[in-house]
């Protein structure tokens, strides 16, 4: 992405110096609370509580992750609760957004601006106001505590922003692919799988990596919802990990932080590109 | 002044791929038309089901409620009291606080947001080596949830004796007398607040610039070159006045995210010191979650869905197109 731009050319070698040291620092600004985070979850309690305390692990130790992992039965219990619930969501977003994307891209029917314009009319409203109703609505269905009370609510949350973004992918791919299916005699259907849908794969790694991390790190909704602690997912469970380990554990702390953050690392760092192309090109949309 | 806007951004905005025969199918109401219409809603009904489902009922139903009293524990039935939820609201103690506090979050946030992050995007525009990691890095931060960063900053951050900020401040920079419990002072917690909410949005806002400032055509700096202009004036008459729709979706996420603070202050303050982080979010969730009084609670998430109307209308005038 870094272009050959007409101010650029006008810096001298001084200037370019100041700029690579601004560039160096704005990037520790950002990275230094996850070094110091991973720097942590690799040292021993000794080391942590030392006064003063160091930055650098002196001895690199696996005991916090091993803390983590073998003895806290309830992290497990988070991390599988989170998996499922993002798992889940995030397939039934991509399914039901690149129908409805496809809809509202490349077909005519009546109300299409109605529905589109109610679409993203529910973008800008703050969650708070969905989230009382649904909280009543879960404690008359019996859904409070359970996962499908939280997928339920995180796919209909994703979606407008899915079919916003989906819409955009199937209004560019050009419509001769489409028709050429038709008269192939390819059912709507049919078209969408075979024909479209391969065409919009990047649109669908966007909307992916988008749902995946809102759903992934949602807090509000699963603090509202899960009341028992088995039914916690990551966000909430850790905020509890963190006030029973404040006293007296930061190794596990930092250990179990570098394990919520792993997962949605990954995924990030595997499809960064569709990410911030998926910004981007929304950004320049409009 | 001089500014040169560019016209090529706007109309690769408007491109979009002809479809003739759809013109000329609408103009009668065949078969086909109603065979094409039919599988439409079918595409769309899974979707649509859900959104009304969780979203534009609960949108209608929070909607009547904050105009009833109901206490979820102790009320068979919501109680229809008209607009005395919203009176009781904006005069109670604690909701001017939030509001106070909250505007004191969006005063110092939302200029910040936006000044800093357009310098970052300036810098990442720029074509040093290696600059893609510094946009990964700015980035992160983006990706981590408002739970995690809590926890971050409270756990390992700003936490007194083993907190890295302190470490650096004392042990590093020599400062002792800067170390500081920032969260547990009612003079430094909301500052604090806005510094992390700050490092945990300013990747998103700096990658929206950066697309608009990558949309600039290069032939509009030569222009200003080729009339003397040095890379400030540059900046000011050709950067600037050719950033007006970036300005306009980094102003509404903005403010949308200068409104609805909840995560924060709920993780590492509890609202506290004295109050004084309490937000109108976290009151919120508090009259429905602790009080379970689902009345105020919707009376009070309706005001904040209304404020940040009025500064989306607000912001949406200030950086509207001049020309038609």
């Known amino acids: 992405?870094?272009?050959?731009?007409?101010?650029?050319?006008?810096?001298?070698?001084?200037?370019?110096?100041?700029?690579?040291?601004?560039?160096?620092?704005?990037?520790?600004?950002?990275?230094?609370?996850?070094?110091?985070?991973?720097?942590?979850?690799?040292?021993?309690?000794?080391?942590?509580?030392?006064?003063?305390?160091?930055?650098?692990?002196?001895?690199?130790?696996?005991?916090?992750?091993?803390?983590v992992m073998r003895q806290m039965s309830e992290f497990a219990i988070y991390f599988l609760n989170s998996t499922i619930v993002s798992v889940v969501s995030l397939g039934a977003v991509l399914l039901l957004s690149s129908l409805a994307g496809y809809a509202f891209g490349t077909m005519a029917f009546r109300g299409n601006k109605f529905m589109l314009g109610l679409v993203l009319v529910v973008l800008t409203i703050p969650y708070a106001v969905y989230l009382i109703p649904v909280f009543i609505l879960e404690n008359h269905l019996n859904l409070v505590d359970t996962r499908l009370g939280l997928i339920l609510p995180y796919t209909a949350l994703n979606l407008p922003l899915a079919i916003f973004i989906m819409r955009g992918?199937?209004?560019?791919?050009?419509?001769?692919?489409?028709?050429?299916?038709?008269?192939?005699?390819?059912?709507?259907?049919?078209?969408?799988?075979?024909?479209?849908?391969?065409?919009?794969?990047?649109?669908?790694?966007?909307?992916?990596?988008?749902?995946?991390?809102?759903?992934?790190?949602?807090?509000?909704?699963?603090?509202?919802?899960?009341?028992?602690?088995?039914?916690?997912?990551?966000?909430?469970?850790?905020?509890?990990?963190?006030?029973?380990?404040?006293?007296?554990?930061f190794g596990i702390l930092a250990a179990a932080i570098v394990l919520t953050l792993l997962p949605v690392l990954i995924v990030f760092l595997l499809l960064q590109r569709f990410l911030v192309k998926g910004i981007m090109e929304g950004a320049l949309k409009g | 002044m001089i500014s040169i806007v560019s016209s090529a951004t706007e109309t690769s905005m408007s491109i979009k791929p002809a479809r003739p025969h759809k013109a000329i199918r609408k103009k009668r109401l065949s078969r086909q038309r109603r065979m094409e219409e039919l599988s439409a809603y079918a595409f769309l009904l899974p979707a649509l089901l859900l959104i009304l489902a969780f979203m534009i009922y609960p949108m209608g139903d929070s909607f009547y409620l904050s105009f009833t009293k109901y206490n979820f524990v102790y009320d068979k039935a919501p109680h229809f009291v008209g607009l005395q939820t919203y009176l009781a609201v904006l005069q109670d103690g604690p909701f001017l606080t939030a509001l106070k506090n909250t505007a004191y979050f969006a005063a110092v946030f939302f200029p910040f947001l936006i000044i800093l992050s357009l310098g970052v995007a300036l810098l990442l525009n720029l074509p040093l080596r290696g600059i893609t990691f510094v946009?990964?890095?700015?980035?992160?931060?983006?990706i981590v949830s408002l739970a995690l960063t809590g926890v971050i900053f409270q756990g390992m951050i700003l936490s007194g004796r083993f907190g890295l900020l302190n470490h650096i401040l004392g042990n590093v920079l020599g400062l002792k007398s800067w170390t500081h419990n920032w969260l547990g002072d009612t003079r430094t917690a909301m500052p604090a607040i806005i510094a992390i909410s700050l490092w945990k949005y300013i990747g998103f806002e700096a990658l929206i610039f950066l697309a608009g400032l990558q949309a600039i055509p290069e032939t509009l700096y030569d222009a200003a070159k080729i009339d003397g202009a040095d890379s400030w004036q540059q900046l000011i008459h050709v950067t600037l006045p050719n950033l007006r729709e970036s300005f306009a979706l980094v102003g509404i996420w903005g403010i949308i995210q200068s409104v609805k603070v909840f995560e924060q202050p709920f993780i590492m303050t509890q609202g506290g010191p004295a109050n004084s982080t309490l937000t109108l979010y976290y009151y919120t969730w508090i009259n429905a979650f602790d009080f379970f009084k689902m009345g105020a609670a919707s009376a009070s998430a309706y005001l904040i869905a209304f404020l940040i109307m009025i500064f989306s209308l607000l912001n949406m005038y200030l950086t509207r197109s001049e020309r038609v």
Do not use: C
């Open chain 1, 1 to 67: 992405m870094t272009t050959k731009r007409g101010p650029a050319r006008l810096f001298k070698w001084t200037s370019r110096i100041v700029l690579y040291g601004a560039a160096a620092l704005v990037s520790l600004a950002f990275l230094a609370p996850f070094i110091w985070v991973l720097f942590v979850s690799f040292k021993s309690n000794a080391e942590i509580f030392q006064v003063p305390i160091t930055i650098f692990p002196h001895h690199i130790v696996l005991d916090q992750y091993d803390h």
């Open chain 1, 169 to 249: 992918t199937f209004r560019n791919i050009p419509h001769e692919l489409e028709d050429a299916a038709q008269i192939d005699g390819a059912s709507r259907l049919g078209t969408w799988y075979r024909v479209m849908l391969p065409i919009a794969a990047p649109g669908v790694a966007a909307t992916g990596i988008f749902t995946y991390v809102m759903v992934w790190s949602e807090f509000m909704f699963s603090r509202a919802l899960m009341l028992s602690k088995n039914a916690y997912t990551l966000p909430v469970g850790i905020t509890f990990l963190q006030s029973e380990a404040q006293s007296w554990n």
């Open chain 2, 135 to 142: 946009r990964t890095s700015v980035f992160l931060p983006v």
